[in-house]
C-alpha cells in the first residue's frame, strides 16, 4: 500500500460525513461503503430537512393560488431556480426550466427544437461516449425525420478523437450533443472546443452536464453551449427533478414539450395561447416538494466549494488508480488524462457482477454492467466493468475496504 494522500486542506471530510444520516446505517453488518455517487449521491440532513419542512409546513400547489401556502410554497419554488440560474451561470432565470431530470430535459429538446429544425438529410452528431439518455432520443429523431445520425469516436484511453469530429462537422450539422464527463468511465470532455467548432457550422450544441454538474465549474454564459441538461439528484439532491438550461432566444421560438396546466396562457376550444417562458415547459403540476429541496442541495455545494469538492475527489481517485493497479489482472476502462472522480475496471476471468455481490457483502456499494452505455462497452470488447464513483464524503479507509474487499473476492472466485 502507497502512502495516503492527504485530506484536502481546509476540508473536513469527516464533519461532512456527519451531515449524511445514511452514512451511519450498516449494510450486511458492515458499515456501508457507498461508491455509487455516478448512479445518484447520498442526501444530507438540510436536504431531507427542506423536503420533511415543505410537507408539514407549507405543503401547496403553486402559482395559481392566491392563500397564504400556496404563495409561500410558489416562493421556495422559485428560489430553487434563482439558485439553480446562479449555479450554472444562466444569464436569467427564465433560461431555466424544471424537468425530472436529465433524461427529460434531452427528450424535451428533441421533441421541441428537434422535430422543429430537424430535416431529412440533417446530420446530429453525438459520441462514442454517451448515455443511453444522450443517443436512444436521436435516434428517434433522425428515424423520425430521415435525418443521419454521426458519433465522434473514441480512442484506446476513453477520449475523444477531436480529429474525426472536425471531419465529422459539415454544413449539414444541425446538433452537436455530447456528454461533459463519461457516467461510465469518468473522461472529462472538451466541451469548450467542440462547442466552438459546432457553432462555426451554424450547428446547435446541448451538453449532457448530469456528472460534471457536480464536479466541475459550470457557467454556460462562457462555454456559450445552446442548451445544458442536469439532475438534482447527483448533486446531493432528490430524485425526479432536474434542470434544462436552454439560451432564452432559442427557447422563445420552441414549441411547448406537453400540453396542460401552467403552460397556458389563454385556452379557448378554437385557440391556446402560450405561457411565458420558462412556463411555456413546465406543464402540471410539478414535483413541488423536491425541487424545493434541491435548492438545499445546491446549498450544500456552494457552501463545501466546487473547488474544494473537486480538490479532494482527485485525491481520491489518484489513490484508487494507484492501489487498483497493484491488484493482479485489474485493468482500468478509460485512462484519459482529464478524469472526473469515477474509476472503471475489469479483472480478467471475473464477472463485473460477482465482483458487485462479493463487495455488497461486504458493506460496499459499487456499480457493475455496462452503466447504460452500451455502445462504448461493445466498442471496448467487454460486456461491462466494476465501477465505484467517489463523492465529497467518501475517505481513503474506504478506498483501501475496496481495495481489500477486492482481493478477497479474487481468492473466493479463484
Known sequence: ?????????????????????????????????YLDNAATSQKPQSVIDALTEYYSGYNANIHRGIHTLAEEATAAFERSRDTARDFIGANVREEIIFTRGTTEGINLVAYTWGRQNIHAGDEIIISGLEHHSNIVPWQILCEEKKAVLKVIPINDKGELVLEKFDELLSSKTKLVAVAHVSNALGTI???????????????????????????????????????????????????????????????????PFQGGGEMIKEVTFEKTIYNELPYKYEAGTPN???????????????????????????????????????????????????????????????????????????????????????????????????????????????????????????????
Open 288 to 414: 413541488i416538494g423536491d425541487t424545493v429541496a434541491f435548492k438545499a442541495a445546491l446549498d450544500f455545494v456552494n457552501r463545501i466549494g466546487k473547488e474544494n469538492i473537486k480538490r479532494h475527489e482527485d485525491e481520491l481517485l489518484e489513490y484508487a488508480t494507484s492501489e487498483l493497479l497493484q491488484i493482479p489482472d485489474l485493468k482500468i476502462i478509460g485512462t484519459s488524462a482529464e478524469k472526473a472522480s469515477v474509476i472503471s475496471f475489469v479483472i480478467d476471468r471475473i464477472h463485473p457482477q460477482d465482483l458487485g455481490i462479493l463487495l455488497d457483502n461486504n458493506g460496499i456499494a459499487v456499480r457493475t454492467g455496462h452503466h447504460c452505455a452500451q455502445p462504448l462497452m461493445d466498442t471496448f470488447c467487454i460486456p461491462g466493468t466494476v465501477r465505484a464513483s467517489f463523492a465529497v464524503y467518501n475517505t481513503i479507509h474506504e478506498i483501501d475496504e475496496l481495495v481489500a474487499g477486492l482481493r478477497k473476492a479474487i481468492k473466493m472466485l479463484a
Open 189 to 255: 470532455n472538451p466541451v469548450k472546443y467542440i462547442i466552438d467548432a459546432a457553432h462555426n457550422v451554424g450547428a446547435k450544441v446541448l451538453i449532457d452536464g448530469a456528472q460534471s454538474s457536480v464536479h466541475l465549474d459550470i457557467d454556460v454564459q462562457d462555454l456559450d453551449c445552446d442548451f445544458f441538461a442536469f439532475s438534482s439528484h447527483k448533486v446531493y439532491g432528490p430524485t425526479g427533478v432536474g434542470v434544462l438550461y436552454g439560451k432564452k432566444s432559442i427557447l422563445e421560438l420552441m414549441p
Open 1 to 33: 500500500m502507497i502512502q495516503a494522500a492527504p485530506i484536502s486542506k481546509g476540508l473536513n471530510v469527516e464533519a461532512i460525513r456527519k451531515e449524511f444520516p445514511i452514512l451511519e446505517r450498516l449494510v450486511k453488518g458492515k458499515p456501508l461503503i
